[in-house]
């Protein structure tokens, strides 16, 4: 085990925008962050640019839903004086109980106006699922954005491609050359964190769409979580052995192996 908290091994310092995407444990992984940040006496506002389920308060003790800027910057100023992490969404939510998450300049707003040291963001969809692969539209990125977590859940290596274990299977199988129902392999999951339509996409090393993103100064870090999976640990060495091969795709400052819901949350952790 590592006994190094989230926030020395993701190079948390000084605040910034952190925006986490993939699959297999965001949501876990953002509170977890959020709650080391706010025990070290730093304000972070915890949100979303796609959807979430409304926070525990074990997870989040306040939530703010509203469409205004105006309105959330004032609430959040006089919360902040009882508790140091809140969070926030873009109104009430929907059928399945979601909240939706603000547009990513929405976010850039709220980072200008610095009443948070820290905002979280999930900006990446999986319906639960512990591996993806992006659509078109995504991962939903602020530009404001100085970290970026790519997350992906170990319980999927070895499973077949398919609906049950991967989020748009048919992408993953067009990014990684895997055929749908072969099992992935942990050589895939590193092709489907770092190819130019992976996971890290939008402020990838190799994306070329932006014309920015390939060279602004984000930091980039992979988390492989659930590693109390059986195998989890051996395919977590693997994953981070093929991202190392080849980090000059994807420019990583480090790669975790854990378990996000745990103490320590980190197995193994690799810094480049």
């Not at 969404?89 to 820290?118: H, M």
């Amino acid at each position: 085990m590592v006994s190094a908290s989230l926030r020395k091994c993701l190079m948390l310092k000084r605040g910034g925008v952190v925006s986490l995407v993939g699959a297999g444990g965001k949501t876990s992984l953002m509170f977890r962050i959020a709650r080391e940040l706010s025990e070290a006496g730093e304000s972070v506002l915890t949100t979303t640019t796609t959807k979430i389920f409304p926070p525990t308060k074990e997870q989040s003790p306040y939530i703010i839903l509203s469409v205004s800027l105006k309105e959330i910057l004032k609430r959040a100023k006089m919360l902040l004086k009882d508790t140091l992490h809140l969070s926030a969404a873009f109104g009430q939510a929907d059928a399945r109980g979601k909240l939706p998450g603000f547009p990513p300049e929405f976010i850039d707003e709220l980072w200008k106006a610095r009443v948070f040291q820290w905002i979280l963001v999930e900006a990446d969809g999986a319906a639960r699922r512990p591996l993806k692969a992006p659509a078109s539209h995504e991962p939903v990125i602020p530009e404001s954005s100085g970290w970026l977590i790519a997350v992906v859940g170990l319980d999927a290596v070895g499973r077949p491609l398919g609906e049950k274990w991967v989020f748009r299977p048919e992408l993953y199988a067009d990014i990684t050359g895997l055929s749908l129902g072969e099992s992935v392999t942990e050589a895939s999951v590193g092709v489907a964190i770092i190819h130019e339509k992976g996971m890290m996409k939008k402020f990838g090393i190799r994306n070329s769409e932006s014309g920015i993103s390939g060279n602004r100064a984000v930091f980039r870090f992979v988390f492989l979580n659930k590693a109390d999976h059986p195998g989890g640990p051996e395919a977590g060495r693997k994953i981070a052995g093929f991202l190392e091969k080849h980090n000059n795709e994807s420019a990583l400052k480090g790669i975790l192996i854990g378990k996000a819901l745990h103490d320590p949350p980190i197995m193994k952790y690799y810094a480049f």
